[in-house]
């Protein structure tokens, strides 16, 4: 289950007063918002999956070309 933050004045982990500015700058991907503390993803224990989204964002920028390979035993002979 996935906690909102209600508050979005003060930090999702330590409940300190985050300025206005610092919560644009300090959201995370998670959709909550930290102190300068704790803004890393690390230091908060973030549940959005960076790996989910690093692969299909790899994905995304090299397309597969075609699906045989090059090379041996890609051609057909001539008879």
Same mark, same amino acid.
Do not use: Y
């Given at each position: 289950? %996935? #906690?909102?933050?209600?508050?979005? +004045?003060?930090c999702?982990k330590?409940r $300190?007063?985050?300025p206005?500015? %610092?919560?644009t @700058?300090n959201k &995370? =991907? &998670?959709? *909550?918002?930290? &102190?300068d @503390?704790? =803004? /890393?993803?690390?230091?908060h224990? &973030?549940? /959005?999956?960076?790996? @989910? =989204?690093?692969r299909?964002?790899?994905?995304? =920028? !090299?397309?597969?070309? !075609?699906? *045989?390979?090059?090379? +041996? #035993? $890609? /051609? @057909? #002979?001539?008879?």
């Amino acid at each position: 289950t %996935k #906690r909102t933050q209600a508050n979005k +004045g003060r930090c999702f982990k330590c409940r $300190s007063r985050v300025p206005l500015v %610092k919560q644009t @700058t300090n959201k &995370c =991907r &998670c959709e *909550h918002v930290f &102190c300068d @503390t704790h =803004r /890393f993803p690390d230091q908060h224990n &973030c549940e /959005f999956d960076f790996m @989910t =989204r690093d692969r299909k964002d790899l994905e995304k =920028r !090299n397309p597969k070309i !075609n699906d *045989h390979p090059k090379g +041996g #035993r $890609s /051609f @057909t #002979r001539i008879d």
